[in-house]
């Protein structure tokens, strides 16, 4: 399968900023020239800017334009793997990868989790029902819950294992939040995380599996809207 055309966008970006073309603090080209030099739409442009943005290497100041907010990619993904992540079929990998590991996490969380692992839930289903009513990004809080239900485990392993793929799940969110539905979203965390205090562990699992199966589906219509969108040549906007 041919590579997003966002991606390749993003691509470009992150290697003329390697390259040195922009430092931090210099002002990206502009939409319409990014457009012109790759040959591509203004979606796209925007798709990957936006992207960049969320993993902190642009700025976008309103009225003026993007900005290079880093250049060190040292605590980033390498940028190939940024790339695979932004693929469609990579994507659905993940989606399995994540129910074979987490919903097992859920499971062990629910047995033997502890008072403090109930307080940092919470606090991450409180930040989440903020920023819903805030109409903001919800990634943070979603990377907290899950996290808290990981340290819940008091499995070294699976703490290591987690946080050595968290940039990897990160990217991949992003794209996920595409097609996430919010309300759902909290409503499968408050459920997992009900589950978790009282100890019960098959319905803990149950109500990971339900979640994640729920964000597959989602991603699945994404992905059938992407491959329809790759059969024809995207055309660039004047």
């Known amino acids: 399968m041919s590579k997003k055309v966002s991606s390749?966008?993003?691509?470009?970006?992150?290697?003329?900023?390697k390259k040195g073309t922009f430092k931090v603090g210099d002002k990206l080209h502009s939409e319409r020239e990014l457009m012109e030099t790759l040959k591509v739409g203004r979606s796209s442009v925007r798709e990957a800017l936006n992207s960049l943005v969320d993993m902190q290497v642009l700025q976008k100041r309103m009225g003026i334009g993007v900005f290079?907010?880093?250049t060190d990619f040292s605590d980033m993904v390498h940028k190939h793997v940024v790339s695979a992540l932004l693929?469609?079929?990579s994507s659905r990998e993940l989606m399995e990868f994540r129910l074979m590991l987490e919903v097992e996490i859920c499971g062990k969380?629910?047995?033997?989790?502890?008072?403090?692992?109930f307080v940092q839930m919470e606090q991450s289903l409180e930040m989440m029902k903020s920023a819903i009513q805030m109409n903001l990004p919800i990634l943070e809080a979603d990377q907290k819950f899950h996290q808290a239900i990981v340290k819940a485990t008091r499995n070294q392993v699976l703490?290591?294992?987690?946080?050595s793929i968290t940039e990897f799940l990160t990217t991949a969110k992003r794209e996920m939040l595409l097609i996430s539905d919010k309300l759902t979203t909290i409503q499968f965390h408050e459920k997992i995380y009900q589950a978790i205090k009282d100890h019960n562990v098959e319905l803990a699992r149950q109500m990971m599996r339900e979640h994640l199966?729920?964000?597959a589906i989602r991603y699945e219509r994404l992905y059938e809207k992407w491959e329809n969108q790759e059969q024809q040549p995207e055309k660039t906007e004047q």
Do not use: H
């Open 68 to 70: 290079v907010k880093k």
């Open 159 to 163: 703490m290591k294992v987690y946080e």
């Open 8 to 17: 390749i966008v993003t691509e470009y970006i992150l290697e003329e900023i």
């Open 213 to 215: 199966y729920d964000v």
């Open 109 to 117: 969380a629910a047995e033997v989790a502890k008072e403090e692992d």
């Open 87 to 89: 693929d469609p079929k």
